[in-house]
């Protein structure tokens, strides 16, 4: 059953976070980059067991505990270009040092998240649900907090998951990579004292991350690299997408 580990139950501000031990989720082997994975893949190896394996901790603790992964919904927010142009165009981010993340400070972006924490487990993602879905509420919940989005389901299509344990922030959390399409939907930045963005060509972006000092966080950096996101635009990304 899932539990929690504190520090110091006294100290005020105190978060909690969604870990699972790394030994449940990463293979012995190691797992460094972007895997792509279909959705039964995805849920079967990665998903089900962050649900039923993991359990909330003291953030503080897990910031400096890599034998715990924290899980991250990573939305990359994508469309088809305006007007003549058929590029497809990615939302680019910027950090502002407001951020609560300081090792993330000033650098650049394609990926909407963050942790999940204990609200997300106490309330159905629909009126339809009995039950929640932890992954699926912290991915609406950190949408709608950084985003001005439309009232409504969000149609997110499941691409992968992202791991990068060279880094200090990378070797504590693991990345839950979705494609939101908002072709059809009015994006803006809801958080603009911690962040600035706008759509950027994914070609253009995909050239900046490929150079010696990429500006993008690692994330990023890797996600753009592998190249999977032209690919999955060109496929019409997986065909069961999500609705949050």
């Known amino acids: 059953m899932p539990h929690s580990v504190s520090l110091d139950k006294t100290e005020p501000q105190m978060e909690f976070v969604w870990v699972v031990p790394r030994e449940a989720i990463l293979p012995s ?51 088809q270009g305006a007007g003549s142009s058929s590029e497809v165009q990615v939302l680019h981010l910027k950090r502002l040092s407001t951020q609560t993340e300081s090792r993330l400070h000033h650098l650049e972006s394609i990926g909407v998240g963050g942790h999940i924490n204990p609200c997300d487990a106490s309330a159905p993602t629909s009126p339809q649900a009995t039950t929640p879905d932890l992954l699926a509420q912290a991915c609406s919940r950190e949408l709608h907090e950084e985003l001005r989005l439309p009232a409504g389901p969000l149609p997110l299509s499941p691409l992968g998951v992202l791991n990068d344990d060279t880094t200090e922030v990378g070797s504590v959390h693991l990345g839950l990579v979705y494609w939101l399409d908002a072709t059809a939907l009015e994006v803006s930045i809801r958080e603009t004292s911690a962040m600035t963005g706008d759509f950027a060509s994914l070609p253009q972006l995909e050239s900046s991350a490929a150079s010696d000092n990429p500006p993008f966080e690692s994330w990023s950096t890797l996600l753009l690299r592998s190249g999977c996101l032209a690919a999955a635009a060109e496929s019409g990304f997986p065909s069961k997408a999500l609705r949050i």
């Not at 990665?46 to 039923?52: E, K, S």
């Open 29 to 79: 082997t190691g797992l460094h980059g972007f895997r792509a994975l279909a959705p039964k893949p995805l849920e079967e190896d990665f998903l089900a067991p962050i649900r039923n394996l993991g359990f909330f901790m003291e953030r503080r603790y897990a910031e400096t505990h890599p034998e715990f992964k924290q899980p991250i919904p990573y939305v990359v927010v994508g469309r």
